[in-house]
């Protein structure tokens, strides 16, 4: 299925995080943080200004951001697990 966001609407994919702690302890399941880091799957067209011309959102498809821990809808498209949030939740894209 094609999914194609509307206006500032953008479509992630976590990226999970390590399994392992810097010491070298495995991280159980159950303990695991939501990874805050992402990979943008589909963008929008962007939002509509008082004159009515398109502002062109600012990441791509590709991009890798990051966003705050509780934003976003999660969606399951084709059997994978998605966030769907507007631009603004986006705090950064990681060069």
Do not use: C, N, Y
């Amino acid at each position: 299925m094609k999914f194609r966001p509307l206006h500032d609407r953008v479509v992630l994919r976590r990226i999970e995080g390590e399994e392992k702690t810097k010491g070298g302890i495995i991280i159980p399941d159950t303990v695991k943080e939501k990874p805050q880091e992402g990979e943008v799957v589909a963008a929008g067209p962007g939002v509509r200004d008082e004159a009515g011309q398109i502002i062109a959102l600012e990441v791509k498809a590709g991009d890798r951001v990051l966003f705050g821990k509780w934003s976003g809808t999660e969606v399951k498209i084709d059997g994978q697990d998605l966030l769907i949030m507007k631009e603004s939740d986006i705090l950064g894209i990681v060069a």
